[in-house]
């Protein structure tokens, strides 16, 4: 609008300086469209408001359509003259105004796009939540999947052992220690009610004769050879003492183990046979001694290993555990080792383990009567009524030729027990 303003001043101004020169102060070099009566001779400036409130026209005019076309001449009032151009300022005028135009026009087509335009595209947000959700959704199946499979296939434990039962016995009250579960303890050590032996009393079963020696072959045998096997040789002492020992007579075989031992004092068989008196009697720190004067002798000696070590579980269960398991596997054929060590397990309540290491003890001597009735008393912890009659049957019968440190009588009890509808 400045520029407009400008060029019309511009143009006035050539007017009046234009006026002299010619001599005809009111002449013109354009006439007016429809020139008034009574203004042949002059005609006058046109009206400046009246020119500017026409181009504002002009511009609004030009503004509301809806492309861009050439102005429509403002209209002419009948009593209002249109203003006459001059042809000195008309091309920078008309220039300015195109100019001007233009620019009015870009700022309103850039004001309606603002109005009326579409919103920013969001498609791309949309999408990208879209495919979140789905992802979100397919980690959630997946997951649920993996739990029904989970549920449908459980995983198959271990079979574990049979469940060791702390206190199975029937409801019927046992007055011997046959009743409660039998510990292997020491008879003479614990009351009448722990049927179950520390030290068992055959320790020196394992040496029937306990001076047994086979006679060497012959030198000068010919070929084939052959194998003759005479009676050996015992001590008359020493089974005179073990006679007294399967009879329950500690005082006549200890004086018979007393002389053998004085005659030597290294005799393993009688310092097992004493240290086996010693147990049942309640003496373990003699029979400890004797059985250490045992290894002394016989260092790898399993019987001496296994009594010392039960004798040693008393106090630290886990310590003779450990020293059994060791004596087992370079001995493992060692009965009494492996009833020592089900005796180990029996002192914990663990019946399962101590079940297994009686049958083991049984593979070196099957008519041991305190070994059948560990395993007996240990099946009976188990719950496994039929294996405990058995067993127990077979200690009775066991005992009726061997001397036995079990309860015969609480163990013929706990049978008639067991029989019972």
């Keep these: 609008?400045?520029?407009?303003?400008?060029?019309?001043?511009?143009?006035?101004?050539?007017?009046?300086?234009?006026?002299?020169?010619?001599?005809?102060?009111?002449?013109?070099?354009?006439?007016?469209?429809?020139?008034?009566?009574?203004?042949?001779?002059?005609?006058?400036?046109?009206?400046?408001?009246?020119?500017?409130?026409?181009?504002?026209?002009?511009l609004a005019a030009v503004a509301a359509s809806p492309a861009p076309s050439p102005a429509a001449p403002p209209p002419q009032s009948s009593h209002q003259p249109a203003p006459p151009p001059t042809p000195s300022v008309a091309p920078a005028a008309a220039a300015d105004m195109e100019a001007e135009r233009q620019a009015a026009r870009n700022l309103f087509n850039a004001k309606l796009a603002a109005g009326n335009g579409t919103p920013p595209n969001r498609n791309k947000l949309w999408l990208a939540l879209g495919a979140l959700a789905v992802g979100l959704l397919g980690i959630g199946i997946y997951f649920w999947f993996q739990l029904q499979g989970l549920s449908q296939n459980p995983m198959i434990a271990r079979p574990a052992p049979t469940p060791v039962q702390p206190q199975p016995l029937p409801p019927a009250p046992m007055a011997t220690p046959i009743v409660a579960p039998p510990m292997p303890v020491a008879a003479v050590e614990a009351p009448p009610s722990q049927p179950m032996p520390e030290m068992p009393a055959p320790l020196t079963r394992e040496r029937p004769m306990p001076q047994e020696r086979q006679p060497a072959l012959p030198p000068e045998?010919?070929?084939?050879?052959?194998?003759?096997?005479?009676?050996?040789?015992?001590?008359?002492?020493?089974?005179?003492?073990?006679?007294?020992?399967?009879?329950?007579?500690?005082?006549?075989?200890?004086?018979?183990?007393d002389k053998v031992l004085q005659?030597?004092?290294?005799?393993?068989?009688?310092?097992?046979?004493?240290?086996?008196?010693?147990?049942?009697e309640g003496q373990t720190a003699k029979a400890e001694a004797l059985y250490l004067k045992a290894l002394e002798a016989d260092p790898?000696?399993?019987?001496?290993?296994?009594?010392?070590?039960?004798?040693?579980?008393?106090?630290?269960?886990?310590?003779?555990?450990?020293r059994l398991k060791n004596l087992l596997a370079t001995q493992p054929e060692a009965g009494h080792a492996?009833?020592?060590?089900?005796?180990?397990?029996?002192?914990?309540?663990?019946?399962?383990?101590?079940?297994?290491?009686?049958?083991?003890?049984?593979?070196?001597?099957?008519?041991?009567?305190?070994?059948?009735?560990?395993?007996?008393v240990s099946l009976d912890h188990l719950r496994q009524v039929k294996p405990a009659q058995q067993y127990y049957q077979a200690a009775l019968g066991a005992a009726a030729g061997r001397s036995a440190m079990f309860d015969k009588e609480g163990a013929r009890r706990r049978l008639q027990e067991l029989a019972a509808p």
């Design 221 to 257: 045998e010919p070929s084939p050879i052959r194998l003759s096997r005479g009676k050996p040789a015992t001590n008359p002492l020493l089974e005179r003492a073990y006679g007294a020992l399967q009879r329950e007579d500690f005082a006549a075989a200890v004086q018979d183990y």
């Design 1 to 58: 609008m400045s520029l407009l303003m400008d060029a019309l001043k511009k143009a006035e101004e050539a007017k009046r300086n234009a006026a002299p020169a010619t001599g005809a102060p009111g002449e013109l070099s354009l006439e007016p469209v429809s020139p008034q009566p009574g203004s042949q001779g002059q005609s006058p400036l046109p009206n400046l408001d009246d020119h500017l409130a026409t181009v504002d026209a002009d």
């Design 338 to 376: 492996h009833f020592a060590l089900g005796n180990v397990y029996a002192r914990q309540g663990r019946w399962s383990e101590a079940q297994q290491a009686y049958f083991r003890s049984l593979a070196s001597d099957g008519d041991n009567p305190d070994y059948l009735f560990n395993l007996a």
């Design 263 to 280: 005659a030597d004092p290294r005799n393993t068989d009688a310092l097992l046979g004493m240290a086996s008196i010693a147990g049942r």
């Design 300 to 322: 790898k000696n399993p019987v001496a290993l296994a009594g010392l070590v039960s004798l040693l579980g008393n106090g630290d269960p886990a310590a003779a555990e450990s």
